[in-house]
C-alpha cells in the first residue's frame, strides 16, 4: 500500500496564501470513501481540518477554517487539493493528507482521525505574524 504524498507546505506571513496538494496512487483514490486534511500543532492533539467524501464531493470543514480554506478534488489526476487563504499563526502546523476505506453510509462525510486509516508523511505550514 501506497502513502498519499503532500506537497505545497512553507512558511507565509499572515494574511497570505498557500495551496497544498496531496497525490494518491489511483488504487488508494479509487478505494477511497472520504480523503482530507488533518493538522498538528506542537503539544496539541491532531485535528480535523477539511474532509471530502470522495465519491459524492461533500465536504465538512473544521470551524476554524470555515470561510478561508477550500478542500477540492480532481478525480482524473487522484489529487486533492487544500487552499489556504488568509492564513493565521494559529494555523501554523504539520498539515497531514490522509485516506480511508471506512463506509458509515452513502454519501456520509467522515471528520475525525480515527476514521482514516493511510496517511501522508505531512507538510509544515508555518505562518508569521
Known amino acids: 500500500r501506497v502513502q498519499p504524498v503532500e506537497s505545497g507546505g512553507g512558511s507565509v506571513q499572515a494574511g497570505g496564501s498557500l495551496r497544498l496538494s496531496c497525490a494518491a496512487s489511483a488504487y488508494i483514490y479509487s478505494s477511497s470513501t472520504n480523503m482530507g486534511w488533518f493538522r498538528q500543532a506542537p503539544g496539541k492533539e491532531r485535528e480535523g481540518v477539511a474532509t471530502?467524501?470522495?465519491?459524492?464531493?461533500?465536504?465538512y470543514y473544521g470551524d476554524s477554517v470555515k470561510g478561508r480554506f477550500t478542500i477540492s478534488q480532481d478525480n482524473a489526476k487522484s489529487t486533492l487539493y487544500l487552499q489556504m487563504n488568509s492564513l493565521k499563526p494559529e494555523d501554523t502546523a504539520m498539515y497531514y493528507c490522509a485516506a480511508t476505506t471506512q463506509w458509515i453510509g452513502y454519501g456520509r462525510v467522515l471528520t475525525e482521525p480515527a476514521q482514516f486509516n493511510n496517511w501522508g508523511q505531512g507538510t509544515q505550514v508555518t505562518v508569521s505574524s
Open positions: 471530502i467524501n470522495i465519491r459524492t464531493g461533500g465536504t
